[in-house]
């Protein structure tokens, strides 16, 4: 079974410093790795991907996440964080038999301090 | 475009009632989703349409009940709901294929009353 993990609930970081959220996954083939943010009373929305290729992911807003297959992470990250960047940010891997369904992690709450 | 819409935004309804909602998008997009989701939690898959049939149905009760008259429209038809299905509905779209990401509507805040 598929399933990713975001160990940290939430994640304070001061603006103008790099950010990092976690994300872990257990796939047993080849992943295919979502990030996705959400914004209060708003919908998810797509961050970026990781299918296959460059483990070095760029995304939306100047985020970036790294792939490593060793460590079985998919952690976003960006260089400066904006105090806009405070959010809920969701990993989700998709189903390896059903490519219609994906598997959230718990999300991890973002506090991003002027 | 990238848009998908919902509607209602908000939604007060009673044990009795019956309700939809509404979601559209123009993206050419042959997969669509409802989702539920409780504050601050992930969202929780509920129904895929693909091709417009009806492909997962995670075991939703009864009084859920999709619909899915074209490929651009999906409904969520809403039938003697309890005060614990109270949440944000989340209506999404991907194409089709192990690689797209999903595009998420901003939501329809339902409560019951």
């Known amino acids: 079974a598929q399933s990713v993990a975001q160990p940290e609930d939430q994640v304070n970081v001061a603006e103008g410093n790099p950010l990092t959220v976690k994300c872990t996954y257990s796939?047993?083939?080849?992943?295919?790795l979502f990030w996705y943010v959400q914004y209060p009373n708003r919908g998810l929305q797509f961050l970026l991907k990781?299918?296959?290729?460059?483990?070095l992911v760029k995304g939306s807003y100047g985020f970036e996440a790294e792939f490593n297959k060793s460590q079985t992470s998919f952690h976003l990250k960006k260089p400066s964080a904006l105090v806009s960047d405070s959010a809920l940010y969701f990993c989700?891997?998709?189903?390896?038999?059903?490519?219609?369904?994906?598997?959230f992690g718990s999300g991890t709450k973002l506090n991003v301090k002027p | 475009d990238t848009e998908v819409t919902q509607t209602p935004k908000h939604l007060v309804m009673g044990m009795t009632n019956k309700k939809s909602l509404k979601c559209e998008q123009h993206?050419?997009?042959?997969?669509m989703y409802w989702y539920k989701q409780k504050a601050k939690k992930p969202p929780e898959l509920m129904f895929v349409?693909?091709?417009?049939?009806?492909?997962i149905n995670e075991s939703v009760p009864s009084r859920f009940s999709p619909e899915c008259p074209n490929s651009s429209l999906l409904n969520l038809h809403l039938h003697a709901l309890q005060p614990e299905d109270s949440a944000l509905y989340l209506c999404?779209?991907?194409?089709?294929?192990?690689?797209?990401?999903?595009?998420f509507g901003p939501g329809t805040r339902l409560t019951v009353t």
């Open positions: 999404a779209s991907s194409k089709q294929g192990d690689s797209y990401e999903q595009y």
């Open positions: 796939v047993s083939g080849n992943p295919y």
């Open positions: 990781y299918i296959t290729g460059d483990n």
């Open positions: 989700a891997v998709r189903d390896q038999g059903n490519f219609n369904k994906f598997y």
């Open positions: 993206m050419g997009h042959r997969a």
């Open positions: 349409y693909s091709y417009e049939k009806l492909s």
